[in-house]
């Protein structure tokens, strides 16, 4: 099975993952897991990849496990932050004793594989095949107005002379603009820190002006005009547009995680109660790792 956007095909590993197969031939990885397929009970169902909702330590480790071996890379390779909803960016070259606080990891080690858990928010995943460089990236309404994505652009290029024309991005499942209300709180820096930012925001008047979303769906709750739903991907798209990554290079899963739960979990959906995906990426070491 493949999930397609833009004629680019995701490979679905059974139920476990999508992963974007045509970065085999430079040895590198890039893979979004879904929500089946592992061993954690309801809410967690099943393949949760965070203990800190509830679900046990030994369910997550299980189920990295069970990721992993489908992906063939070593789980104690995974390198996730603890997520802050902030805008650090942290390098890495060897496995830390302790997840670092931030919410994207760059990595120039091959054998390491940058990852963020979500289940809303953004995941972006960045390769360069040149530089050989990874890198993965959280990006919720907080990490948007902070301009994250492109914080992780400027790291690359200053710090490794990464050229943006030579990345590969991918976008992972997200709540997408059907399903993402919110209020002012949200909305008012929202607008104040992102260039054109009404074209990220739909606020409906009526049912008369009801308009597709980029899913092609209506967003929910459409009819009331005091709600407005956010465009967190599509924000996201253009962070890395605007960067300098040719869009042709930009390769997304474009499918909601609260409009799909056979597929994703959703902290909005579930109210919290509910599971972690998560996002890697990363070039396979030279050390038995296959492809």
Same mark, same amino acid.
């Given at each position: 099975m493949t999930l397609l956007e833009d004629d680019v095909a995701f490979s679905q590993i059974d139920n476990?993952?999508?992963?974007?197969?045509g970065l085999d031939q430079c040895g590198a990885l890039m893979a979004f897991s879904l929500r089946g397929g592992g061993v954690s009970p309801r809410p967690f169902d099943s393949l949760n990849s965070s203990a800190e909702e509830g679900d046990s330590v030994e369910n997550v480790k299980e189920n990295l496990r069970i990721l992993s071996e489908r992906l063939v890379i070593d789980s104690h390779r995974i390198v996730t932050p603890r997520q802050v909803?902030?805008?650090? @960016?942290?390098?890495?070259?060897?496995? =830390?004793? %302790?997840?670092p606080e931030a919410d994207a990891i760059v *990595?120039? *080690?091959?054998?390491?594989? =940058?990852?963020?858990? *979500?289940?809303?928010?953004?995941?972006?995943?960045?390769?360069?095949?040149?530089?050989?460089? #990874?890198?993965?990236?959280?990006? /919720?309404?907080?990490g948007a107005v902070l301009r994250i994505a492109r914080k992780v652009l400027r790291h690359m290029n200053d710090k490794f002379e990464c050229s943006p024309e030579d990345l590969i991005a991918g976008l992972g499942p997200a709540i997408g603009r059907c399903c993402y209300a919110v209020d002012? %709180? @949200?909305?008012?820096?929202?607008? %104040?820190?992102i260039p /054109?930012?009404?074209?990220?925001?739909?606020i409906p008047v009526g049912p008369a #002006?009801? #308009?597709? *979303?980029?899913l092609g769906k209506q967003p929910r709750d459409s009819t009331n005009p005091k709600k407005a739903f956010l465009d967190l991907p599509g924000m996201a798209r253009f962070e890395l547009i605007s960067g300098g990554i040719p869009e042709r290079n930009i390769h997304a899963v474009d499918l909601c995680t609260s409009c799909q739960p056979d597929?994703?979990? #959703?902290?909005?959906r579930d109210s919290g109660r509910t599971g972690r995906h998560i996002a890697v990426a990363g070039f396979r070491s030279a050390l038995g790792e296959a492809i």
């Open positions: 476990v993952a999508l992963k974007l197969p909803h902030g805008d650090e @960016v942290v390098i890495i070259d060897d496995i =830390p004793k %302790q997840p *990595t120039t *080690t091959p054998g390491i594989y =940058p990852a963020v858990r *979500t289940a809303d928010c953004v995941p972006i995943l960045l390769i360069d095949p040149v530089r050989r460089i #990874s890198a993965a990236v959280h990006v /919720g309404w907080r002012e %709180q @949200v909305l008012k820096p929202f607008r %104040q820190n /054109g930012a009404e074209r990220f925001i739909h #002006s009801l #308009s597709a *979303t980029g597929l994703f979990f #959703s902290h909005r």
